[in-house]
């Protein structure tokens, strides 16, 4: 069984630090990797992707990416209350159209 | 540009009842994958259709079942509810022909609750 796992959390932090939320994944062919972000009662919204080792950045996120570890990782800078959220880490299964989705981990922001 | 929609909102159903929802993908999107959200899970893949076709399944038994129309919306169907298909349904939409095939957007889901 391919998974992906998350720490539940909640991670609190305080308003204006750095977040940073961990995936490992076990699928070594996995190629694609995604960060969504859910708000309590909401459908997730896709805030980042990445395809190759290393780090991508989109204003305040930067994704990180370590194929040889399996890990996946999620900054987010100056965070803000609004950031308050579930975030989950997603996988692409290796031959498959599959998205693999780890549990989720629960971001506070403290004002 | 107009996202991706599903309907309805919110259902209630009885044990032993079917349902069918409905999901529009992403304008200029082609391909549909439903998955089902547990309370304080990640998403479960239940399946994926392009060009009219299921053409992955994930681990749900035959009661769920699905279709895509030539405009590439697409219904989840669930016959025999049980208790424990309570859930959030989500539709997610990609677009096939391009090096980012698998990055799925989701619509705002589908809570349904079997009582």
């Known amino acids: 069984q391919k998974e992906v796992e998350q720490n539940s959390g909640p991670l609190s932090v305080p308003e204006g630090a750095i977040a940073s939320l961990n995936c490992t994944y076990s699928?070594?062919?996995?190629?694609?990797f995604f960060w969504y972000r859910q708000y309590s009662g909401k459908s997730p919204e896709l805030i980042m992707f990445?395809?190759?080792?290393g780090d991508k950045e989109d204003g305040r996120f930067t994704a990180q990416l370590n194929k040889a570890s399996q890990y996946v990782s999620l900054l987010i800078r100056d965070s803000q209350p609004s950031d308050s959220a579930t975030y989950l880490c997603?996988?692409?299964?290796?031959?498959?159209?599959?998205?693999?989705f780890g549990s989720g981990t629960r971001l506070l922001v403290r004002p | 540009d107009a996202g991706v929609t599903q309907s309805p909102t919110h259902l209630i159903k009885t044990r032993g009842q079917q349902v069918t929802l409905r999901c529009s993908p992403k304008?200029?999107?082609?391909?549909v994958s439903w998955y089902q959200q547990a309370l304080g899970q990640g998403p479960q893949f239940i399946f994926q259709?392009?060009?009219?076709?299921?053409?992955q399944r994930g681990n749900f038994p035959d009661r769920f079942s699905g279709h895509q129309f030539p405009n590439y919306s697409s219904e989840l169907n669930v016959n025999a509810l049980l208790l424990g298909d309570s859930a959030l349904y989500l539709c997610?939409?990609?677009?096939?022909?391009?090096?980012?095939?698998?990055?799925?957007?989701f619509g705002p889901g589908t809570r349904l609750t079997v009582l």
């Open positions: 699928d070594r062919g996995s190629q694609s």
């Open positions: 997603a996988v692409n299964e290796d031959s498959s159209y599959k998205l693999i």
């Open positions: 990445i395809y190759s080792n």
């Open positions: 304008s200029g999107h082609d391909t």
């Open positions: 259709y392009y060009e009219e076709e299921e053409r």
């Open positions: 997610a939409s990609s677009l096939e022909l391009t090096e980012t095939t698998d990055t799925q957007y």
